[in-house]
């Protein structure tokens, strides 16, 4: 497919009433990308010299998710005319005036077309030297979707939208798919005598099929071999219903690579999610977002992963985690929670009831359990007590707390930033180190401990605790 012969418009202007939502319905999310990312994501797999998208209701949310996520894209915005007709006109609009090669139209709401799939119908397209050429087709349930009816000779006649279509053509199971790819000039040509003379007064694109093959243009269909694929969202159950297709399909591509997926039906992966082979997905896992995972980890199971990294045989259990790197051979969990800026050192450990936050963690270093470590610079070898804490935040402002190479604190540390551990330094348990530790020192917070005899008798009267103490003081 050469570079100057196709334009690709992507319709994104329509208001999805049935969704119920403040957000736009090309926004809503499958496999961790808006649907109408999914679509652009093909879309530029098929190098066209023009990828427009044509925006309307919420344009300012659409267009700033767009901007974001795909800068390439060339917004368009439709006029107050309703209809796929006027959005595909407003895009030839800014359009070269000379452009004379294919347009193909696609749906923002239809996120599951393949790029194979859209060089399919290109290439057929141009081998029939068709005016047009759109994708169909036949579901069991075809409720929602325009119907295309076909003359006597199977050749497509017209296209009939759900709320315009009679009992005959209301029961025909062939769809309309949305997508499309039209000669350029027929299709300015015959978008120019469109109306809006129909039950919701609008311009529709459909009508060009009728007024090509009115001219005697020739019109061609192409059925998709995976219907799934076509399916179009309009409400929240079509949104999980695709979900689940595309989480399917995410998945065996992942098996097909090596990966083992222990219990596909409670794993999620996003499409940006990158596994090696030899990867171990336990159950219950959700591998989201860009999450790059190396050779030989085991990951799960209850495991949320967000924009993470995890190194060559590292295990991951139990454990929610964003933004954060996890080392090769590192552990973390159970029941650990990794925020944004957490950096396990291979070899590491992150482990029971343990958050930690912007944290660089060196190699070999272990915060075992009940830990908090936000905002710290941690060397190698370094073991972190029970219930170690880097007291970081002043109610003002966040402190840094840095610690040297093979530092042990005792259990119950408390590290008040900003203050730092020399290489070597132990803490004492139950220590408050306010002040930077030397390397090699011990730091400990000694008070002489005082027992105040009878002090229970005295203040719990008639308690067990009490009577318990009644008891031995008089077997002593």
Known sequence: MTQNNLAIVVLAAG???????????????????????????QAAALEASYVEVVV??????????????????????????????????????????????????????????????????????????????????????PTGYGRIIRDAAGGVQRIVEQKDADAAEAAVHEINAGVYVFRAPQLRTHLARITRDNAQGELYLTDVIGLLREASEPVAAEIAADAASTFGINDRIQLAEAGKVLRQRIIRRWQREGVTIVDPESTW???????????????????????????GAIIGPDTTLVDCEVGEDAVVKRTDATLAVIGARATVGPFSYLRAGTVLGEGGKIGAYVETKNAQIGEGSKVPHLSYVGDATIGRGVNLGASTITANYDDVNKHRTEIGDEVHTGSHTVLVAPVRLGAGAKTGAGAVVRKDVPAGALAMSVAPQRNVEGWVEKNRAGTAAADAAARAESAE
């Open 15 to 41: 208001q999805g009433t049935r969704m119920k939502s403040r957000r736009p319905k090309v926004l809503h999310e499958i496999g961790g990308r808006p649907l109408v990312g999914h679509v652009l994501t």
């Open 56 to 141: 309307r209701h919420e344009r300012d949310q659409v267009v700033s998710a767009l901007s974001a996520q795909y800068p390439g894209a060339v917004i368009v915005d439709q006029d107050e005319i309703p209809g796929t007709g006027r959005a595909v006109q407003v895009a030839l609009e800014a359009l070269p005036a000379d452009f004379d090669g294919d347009v193909l139209v696609l749906s923002g709401d239809v996120p599951l077309l393949e790029a194979d799939t859209l060089r399919a119908l290109i290439e057929g397209h141009r081998a029939a030297s068709a005016a047009a050429t759109l994708l169909s087709a036949v579901l069991d349930d």
């Open 269 to 295: 992966i996003d499409d940006d999610a990158v596994l090696a082979s030899d990867v171990t997905i336990l159950p219950n896992t959700h591998i989201l977002r860009a999450t790059k995972i190396d050779s």
